[in-house]
């Protein structure tokens, strides 16, 4: 079965601190994503990677920024968290090439004080 | 830009009753439809839609997809409590990256 981990569930930061989000996926797959979910906004691209060091800009990149080191972790990094990044992420991979559905993780409700 | 739209937004019902979930996409070089269940957590991959015409099942869970009018229905019969959930549609992109587009979802709400 397909696995997608989130480190964490739930997340409180304060605003201007450095957040890391980490997923990690066991099926060997080239391409992860990260996206952000907002009631009324629905799901939201904001990076993706389809191979080890490769990434690239989603719809909504900015305040953002990812690190794929090694093929199973695909990292979000926050770089000066502002309230504005209050959300759920969710993060999802899926086999490179072709058509393909993108598996996702259970989620991280992440709030900005 | 490639959009998905979904209708309607919400949705509130009886067990038994059938409900039928739309999801209409502008075209550029289509690919495949996605539709999802998520319920307090983690998308759930329900069916992935490439050729029109073809129904897809599983269990009480249907659905088609039409090219030629550019939507896609899900159907489901006999809708119990535990089919409670949002409902996303999603198309990959025009370019070949992996990139899903969401509609906003339809929430259903299954009452006893």
């Known amino acids: 079965d397909v696995k997608v981990t989130q480190s964490s569930r739930y997340l409180v930061k304060r605003t201007g601190e450095k957040v890391f989000l980490e997923c990690v996926q066991d099926?060997?797959?080239?391409?992860m994503f990260w996206y952000r979910q907002d009631p009324g906004l629905g799901l939201r691209l904001i990076y993706f990677?389809?191979?080890?060091?490769?990434?690239e800009k989603g719809d909504i990149p900015e305040g953002y920024s990812v690190s794929r080191e090694k093929k199973e972790r695909f990292s979000l990094i926050l770089e000066s968290a502002s309230t504005n990044q209050t959300s759920m992420y969710l993060c999802?991979?899926?086999?490179?090439?072709?058509?393909?559905?993108?598996?996702f993780g259970d989620g991280t409700r992440l709030s900005i004080l | 830009e490639d959009k998905v739209v979904q209708s309607p937004l919400s949705l509130v019902v009886h067990e038994g009753d059938t409900v039928t979930l739309n999801c209409s996409y502008e075209?550029?070089?289509?690919?495949?439809l996605l539709w999802y269940k998520q319920e307090k957590k983690a998308p759930t991959f329900l069916f992935m839609l490439?050729?029109?015409?073809i129904e897809k099942k599983s269990g009480r869970l249907s659905s088609i997809l039409d090219k030629k009018e550019l939507f896609s229905i899900l159907n489901i019969t006999a809708t119990q409590t535990g089919d409670s959930a949002v409902y996303l549609c999603?198309?990959?992109?025009?370019?070949?990256?992996?990139?899903?587009?969401f509609g906003q979802g339809t929430t259903l709400q299954v009452k006893p």
């Open positions: 999603a198309r990959y992109g025009s370019s070949n990256t992996g990139k899903l587009i």
């Open positions: 990677s389809y191979d080890v060091k490769m990434k």
């Open positions: 490439t050729s029109s015409g």
């Open positions: 999802a991979s899926r086999e490179g090439g072709g058509n393909q559905p993108q598996h």
């Open positions: 075209v550029t070089n289509f690919r495949s």
């Open positions: 099926m060997d797959h080239e391409n």
